[in-house]
């Protein structure tokens, strides 16, 4: 069994709403062990024999009636990415909020991103993963233009973003 976290995009946006008890119910209805559901935003931990992506994806649009992709990490992909500490140069209180960008499949080889100075910038890229900072703006809104950050992907790149806070929390 492999321990998996599914990170489900565009979740409790707009029209579409999903209660974490619920999610938690259409997991353990696939037969998935050990199901947490973390913050309202689509995270969901668990147990699975196989990769769950496809039964997961389906269940859900089958359930709600719209479709979430679900951005897969195994337990151990998660705890490197949490031990290479790609925010070393910005620790947790500071003027900025860090995220992750987290993709369904590798980025192209030889991608390059660019930041936007004084806004955000990009402090790590790994082959399915951006990590970003933004910054904290007069306004106090961190990092403008990092909504559309996605125009800089190839069309049809399924990711999702999450507060790297999110990250740690997943694991306990």
Request: hydrophobic content about 40%.
């Amino acid at each position: 069994m492999t321990e998996w976290v599914a990170f489900l995009r565009a979740v409790n946006v707009g029209k579409r709403k999903m209660k974490m008890a619920e999610l938690k119910s259409v997991c353990e209805a696939l037969g998935f062990a050990d199901v947490k559901t973390i913050l309202a935003s689509g995270n969901v931990r668990f147990t699975a024999d196989a990769d769950p992506k496809q039964a997961l994806e389906a269940e859900i649009e089958r359930h709600w009636g719209w479709s979430s992709e679900a951005i897969l990490r195994t337990r151990a992909e998660l705890e490197a990415m949490v031990d290479a500490d790609p925010f070393a140069a910005f620790p947790e209180d500071g003027p900025w909020q860090r995220y992750v960008m987290l993709f369904d499949a590798p980025l192209p080889e030889g991608s390059q991103f660019a930041g936007s100075p004084g806004d955000y910038e990009i402090v790590a890229v790994t082959a399915r993963e951006i990590f970003l900072v933004g910054h904290r703006q007069p306004d106090g809104r961190h990092g403008p233009g990092l909504d559309k950050f996605d125009r800089q992907l190839e069309k049809g790149t399924v990711a999702t973003t999450r507060n790297w806070k999110t990250i740690p929390r997943v694991l306990t």
